[in-house]
């Protein structure tokens, strides 16, 4: 069964580095997500990606915040500085079509120090 | 706006008991449900969801839900608890059912613990 992969499992940075996470969502799915989950938080959304652009953001999303598909297979998160406060568990996911599931990858942990 | 809650934050249960995990939202518009499984150190997990049709929806590792419209309810449930079943459960909508991208709305978890 496919999956939906992220790499890598866990980030240490320190605050004021750039970051990038990766995700390798299923291949046929055509809406991308990014998901963060604070360490006992609930899971809270941050942005929806559909076909090249991005579809919606949350006021967590701040210019700080990128995504990018580069290569029709990976679909990248990117902070620019990393705070104290961004130190989360990043969840990307995938669907197919509106009313699919979405699967979610493993999640990688982001540690900024 | 779209909301979901989960009233416990914590349910214990015995090896071989029923289990159920509550849920309530609020929605404008028809609701997307699911309900996702998170094991320690370890993703998202699909369980289940409900779009339309029969209010009883099974779904992986015996576990169903059932919707109820009237008390905007979509409690999980599961006839005979196994200590495997120790995890953190998830409540979600979909945020919108008119947006094709639209994000999911996650209620704040409940830690199931299941004793042998």
């Known amino acids: 069964e496919p999956e939906v992969t992220q790499t890598p499992s866990h980030q240490v940075t320190q605050m004021g580095q750039e970051v990038i996470l990766r995700c390798v969502p299923i291949s046929n799915h055509l809406y991308f997500y990014w998901y963060r989950q604070i360490l006992g938080q609930k899971v809270e959304f941050l942005v929806s990606f559909y076909n090249n652009e991005i579809s919606e953001k949350s006021e967590i999303f701040d210019d700080q915040f990128s995504v990018e598909r580069p290569d029709g297979s990976n679909f990248t998160l990117k902070i620019r500085s990393t705070k104290l406060e961004d130190s989360a568990m990043y969840f990307c996911?995938?669907?197919?079509?509106?009313?699919?599931?979405?699967?979610f990858g493993p999640g990688t942990r982001l540690t900024v120090l | 706006a779209q909301s979901v809650a989960q009233p416990e934050d914590q349910v214990n249960v015995a090896e071989g008991n029923p289990l159920t995990v509550k849920c309530t939202y609020s929605?404008?518009?028809?609701?997307?449900l699911f309900w996702y499984v998170q094991y320690p150190n370890r993703g998202l997990q699909f369980l289940l969801k409900?779009?339309?049709?029969?209010?009883l929806v099974k779904g992986s590792y015996g576990f169903e839900a059932e919707f109820n419209k009237s008390q905007t309810s979509f409690h999980l449930k599961k006839p005979s608890a196994l200590v495997s079943d120790s995890a953190l459960y998830f409540c979600?909508?979909?945020?919108?059912?008119?947006?094709?991208?639209?994000?999911?709305?996650f209620g704040s978890g409940t830690r199931l613990s299941i004793r042998p």
């Open positions: 996911a995938g669907t197919l079509g509106s009313t699919d599931t979405q699967y």
């Open positions: 409900y779009i339309t049709g029969d209010n």
């Open positions: 979600a909508v979909r945020d919108s059912v008119y947006s094709s991208a639209s994000k999911i709305i």
């Open positions: 929605v404008s518009g028809n609701p997307y």
